[in-house]
């Protein structure tokens, strides 16, 4: 007797529809925050771009763990492409002021999933989006601090870098109960 795989279930929800749009706004998000990372790496900043890179990291790791999630719930996953991101920028303040609009944004797209799976009564995907909306509080923090720093700089870039290498910003990206990301976390 041979056993065949089982092929990935199509089943349509909003939840999973909306989980496929996530894996692109986690990628826009790392693609971004590279960008991000490269102007102030250009600029001679190597605090503010290794916190941008590491940020680029977190999002990349994000948008796998969805496709984790995705995939180990035998849901067809879709890698989408990305959306084209913004380089130039005049000051550093408007680089911190994107991060934490984008921030928001993404805290607002995982509301809406864990209100999603929570009306599709999916409670397997409600559960897993607990860690998102609890990591987003950590990210929307963290930028919200960082642009309030940049803010009291006035224009004096080396404090932010100063306060970057005195103080830790955000998690060290090491949280135990993360879920898995597909290919593991980088």
């Known amino acids: 007797m041979t056993l065949k795989a089982a092929k990935p279930e199509e089943r349509e929800s909003k939840f999973h529809e909306l989980l496929q749009k996530q894996v692109r706004s986690e990628f826009n998000a790392s693609q971004q925050y590279i960008a991000l990372a490269v102007w102030f790496d250009k600029s001679d900043l190597p605090r503010l771009a290794a916190h941008f890179y590491k940020q680029a990291l977190e999002e990349r790791n994000h948008g796998m763990m969805i496709v984790r ?55 397997i995907g409600e559960q897993f989006m607990q860690w998102f909306l609890k990591e987003q509080v950590e990210e929307v923090a963290q930028m919200s601090t960082l642009l309030t720093v940049v803010d009291r700089a006035n224009g004096n870039l080396f404090e932010i870098e100063n306060f970057l290498a005195r103080e830790q910003v955000g998690d060290d990206g090491e949280d135990p109960s993360a879920p898995e990301a597909a290919g593991g976390a980088v």
């Open 69 to 123: 999630f995705l995939m180990d719930n035998d849901i067809s996953v879709h890698i989408p492409a990305v959306d084209e991101v913004r380089n130039e920028f005049n000051e550093a303040r408007e680089l911190v002021a994107l991060a934490l609009e984008q921030e928001r944004e993404v805290t607002r797209e995982i509301e809406m999933l864990a209100r999603t799976a929570r009306a599709e009564d999916d409670y």
